[in-house]
């Protein structure tokens, strides 16, 4: 029995030892810094196309009202809250806020409330630290473009929805071409957090 034992315990050992360094912590994004540089010499993306693609993937970009209302209720601020925590991470870039309605009303007076809608979401961004000049654009498509095609009322209709619109003008880390510093600061953070873990590890098991 106890041999049985030992030669299953070197089995895992071994099995173990077959993992790639760092697959622990992999979320499956090394590479795409490389992968999207590639893309962007190629012109088949932009910086804030890339960007933009970060800020969709790890926040909740759009925010629902009440009917006729513009006001921000406490599910819509700790959506903001949490917009405006990621934009604070990245300086160089400017956001968009876009307004919109459900199909109940008149063209003019939709466009008008999404307005409403979108300056809403702005002066809350705004009081959060962030600049104006970075909130590039308000804009108000009122209820020409419905995310739930409806004549009714429907709350996912009436909302705001958040993007990102490019960059800061004359910013110096656009200019310096340190992009990847840009769009993958957890990353590189993260390279160097696994690079000292291993260089721990390495010296555990030679003291071993």
Same mark, same amino acid.
């Given at each position: ?41 190629? $012109?088949?993306?932009? =910086?804030?196309?890339? /960007? #933009? %693609? !970060?800020? @969709? ?47 109940? $009303?008149?063209?003019? =007076?939709?466009?008008? /409330? #999404? %307005? !409403?809608? @979108? ?55 656009? /200019?310096?071409?340190?992009? @990847? ?28």
């Amino acid at each position: 029995m106890q041999k049985w034992i030992i030669t299953l315990g070197l089995s895992v050992a071994v099995t173990a030892c077959t993992r790639e360094a760092g697959y622990e912590v992999d979320q499956g994004a090394f590479g795409n810094a490389t992968l999207n540089n590639i893309q962007v010499m190629n $012109g088949e993306l932009t =910086y804030a196309q890339i /960007l #933009g %693609q !970060r800020f @969709a993937a790890e926040v909740p970009t759009q925010i629902n009202f009440a009917f006729d209302s513009a006001q921000l209720d406490a599910t819509a601020q700790r959506v903001l809250l949490r917009q405006a925590s990621w934009i604070k991470q990245f300086p160089e870039a400017r956001f968009r806020v876009y307004g919109h309605t459900d199909a109940v $009303g008149s063209t003019a =007076y939709n466009k008008a /409330l #999404g %307005q !409403r809608r @979108a300056d809403a979401a702005v002066a809350f961004l705004t009081r959060q630290g962030i600049s104006r000049s970075r909130l590039e654009a308000v804009v108000s498509f009122g209820k020409s473009r419905p995310l739930i095609d409806t004549p009714d009322r429907d709350r996912r209709n009436r909302r705001t929805v958040t993007e990102v619109s490019g960059f800061v003008d004359r910013n110096p880390l656009i /200019l310096d071409g340190k992009y @990847a510093e840009v769009i993958y600061r957890e990353y590189i953070e993260g390279a160097s957090y696994v690079g000292q873990l291993s260089k721990t590890t390495a010296v555990g098991e030679t003291n071993e």
